[in-house]
């Protein structure tokens, strides 16, 4: 289980008084950045000198409460599903109470950067994601 | 149904080339808005006059295609289950070539600004959509 | 003079309850890819066809009045100076009711997409400035 | 002397493959946020427990270099000029490898919430940054 800590800033509130629902996707995007940086694999390394991506295919959330200015958030990943030529994960996002404020999901393949055409799962996708 | 247009810019491409796959939910929700102010129900009168607020609950994204720098993108906006309290809103999302780039989903509760306790479908509400 | 229409949502509103004072950047650079696209050279097409980049060096903005949820701004952009190698773009911001909201700045160069070294303003540049 | 570490992620990046110049208006911003919460002021707190807010009337900023994918950013703040309703901040922005890539500069004025009329510096303001 890998934990990524964030806080919420002024200009991520929207008209409502709450964070924008779509920034969510943002912040567990970043969480699984961070992921992957911790264990070697940074998006940069992988745009830059790999012969894959990693494109999302899937995404979804449900909010459970609102989250407000100033929030701190505590954000877990932990993958749990592989196909032939992709993963999922999942993200628990809880506030500074320890209270639950959304799950999220979304869904990556593995495709040649060349061809576009789906990849099995490299061998260090497969590494970094069983040390969950 | 509802069709919104909108261009792809240079900050909603990301470090991989491609539209970052959050950004579709602001562009949707973009086009929720417009829908609202076309049927005279603005998200701003509803912030300022209304006694309710309708918060997304659950987000979903399915992506087909790459959106690109420049892309034209219609969204189709169709409302398509009311619960008692709720109303699930669709996306289809093409680009100028009418290739089919991205499905998206979001349910709305309707909830009191006051004691954000679950309402019923407010009469405008249920006008709007029934106009789909 | 060109001018850009564009309308202020509801995740461009920040916690303060305006709109948050660096999406007013992205504003005017949405109005300057229009602009370049509707003279023939959009972002896109100096990206992948041209070997210049035309990176900003330096931007500023004066806000005059709060910019609110559902505003229609228009963005009047004009060229006003020319360097050997840069040019001054201003922006003039006006909401529905005519009053002036805001006034904004960009310089950008002209660089090798290769050496990144300084170039001659292009003549299409030149051309599409002059038509201001 | 305040500093502020932030990292550059995939959503930063825009088309041309650096740092979306408009968003270092918000990595500055939230510098800003931090240094507030640290000296016991934030911005949650002004906006619901203070008489007045501070809103930015002018900003600018000065690129020098481009900023990448995963590049580490340090913040450095620093108020130096201080008029009868308002104060400057300002920001010198450099990289992992110590390498100054942006400075940047806003005005904030000191107004009423209730009536929008300037309004004396709080001497909480003066006292957190005199602490520079």
């Given at each position: 289980?890998?934990?990524?800590?964030?806080?919420?800033?002024?200009?991520?509130?929207?008209?409502?008084?709450?964070?924008?629902?779509?920034h969510l996707f943002t912040l567990i995007?970043?969480?699984?950045?961070?992921?992957?940086?911790?264990?070697?694999?940074?998006?940069?390394?992988?745009?830059?000198?790999?012969?894959?991506?990693?494109p999302i295919v899937h995404s979804e959330a449900d909010y459970k409460k609102p989250i407000r200015l100033g929030d701190i958030l505590e954000i877990q990943l932990e993958a749990n599903e592989f196909g032939a030529h992709s993963f999922d994960t999942q993200y628990t996002i809880v506030n500074q109470e320890k209270?639950?404020?959304?799950?999220?999901?979304?869904?990556?393949?593995?495709?040649?950067?060349?061809?576009?055409?789906p990849l099995p799962l490299p061998s260090e996708i497969k590494k970094i994601f069983a040390v969950k």
């Open positions: 289980m890998f934990t990524y800590q964030t806080k919420i800033h002024m200009q991520e509130i929207d008209a409502a008084g709450v964070m924008f629902y779509a995007h970043d969480a699984y950045e961070e992921f992957m940086t911790v264990h070697n694999l940074s998006l940069r390394d992988i745009l830059e000198k790999k012969d894959y991506i990693l209270v639950l404020v959304a799950l999220a999901k979304t869904v990556h393949v593995v495709i040649s950067k060349q061809t576009h055409s």
